[in-house]
């Protein structure tokens, strides 16, 4: 059954360092999607990207933040300087239409990221 | 804006029926998920409700009523890998849903 797939599993980084956190979609899927989960708190939605372009973004998707699909597989997050509270699990996600009706989300495994 | 409530953490016996509740408040409604979501992992679909009334999918059910801002999710025949997470998110004025804190879920023999 196809899924989604993020690398690494976890990432320690040092505060003001960039990380690169990369997500290969499901393949058929037109719609991808980062949220965050700061440890013990909810989920929260970062971003979504369509056709090559973001299509929505939270608050928390400021200019440190950015995402690009660099080739037709990987799905990529970038954070320019990482903060102490950038430290969170990071879930990507696919569709293969706009979400809503069963159009559901389907999340990867995460990525841990560890600011130090 | 929009506003999810549900209990933090239930306790239920293996084999037993157990309710979880969400209300909402939201000046948009598309529709209400429910997701599970086990520790350290990411969370998985379970329902999407548009409609008011009872959906079921096997040992789960999911109800709604959009006039009382009123959800939840029905397990049945509950068994330990039941012990997890269950997350109510709206799906608001767009699309994207925002997740509620979830509600922990401790299944014992």
């Known amino acids: 059954e196809p899924e989604v797939t993020q690398t690494p599993s976890h990432q320690v980084t040092q505060m003001g360092q960039e990380v690169i956190l990369r997500c290969v979609p499901i393949s058929n899927h037109l719609y991808f999607y980062w949220y965050r989960q700061i440890l013990g708190q909810k989920v929260e939605f970062l971003v979504s990207?369509?056709?090559?372009?973001?299509?929505?973004k939270s608050e928390i998707f400021d200019d440190q933040f950015s995402v690009e699909r660099p080739d037709g597989s990987n799905f990529t997050l970038k954070i320019r300087s990482t903060k102490l509270e950038d430290s969170a699990m990071y879930f990507c996600a696919s569709s293969p239409l706009r979400t809503g009706g069963h159009n559901e989300q389907f999340f990867g495994p995460g990525t841990r990221l560890t600011v130090l | 804006g929009q506003n999810i409530d549900q209990p933090t953490e239930m306790t239920a016996t293996e084999g037993a029926i157990v309710q979880i509740n969400c209300t909402y408040q939201t000046s948009g409604f598309n529709g209400l998920f429910w997701y599970q979501q086990h520790a350290g992992e990411a969370p998985t679909f379970l329902s999407y409700n548009v409609l008011d009334g009872l959906e079921e999918k096997g040992r789960f059910s999911s109800f709604l009523s959009r006039s009382k801002g009123y959800s939840y999710l029905l397990l049945k025949e509950l068994q330990m890998k039941d012990s997890a997470s269950y997350l109510c998110a709206l799906s608001g004025g767009s699309y994207i849903p925002t997740f509620g804190r979830g509600t922990s879920l401790i299944v014992h023999p």
């Open positions: 990207f369509y056709n090559n372009e973001i299509s929505e």
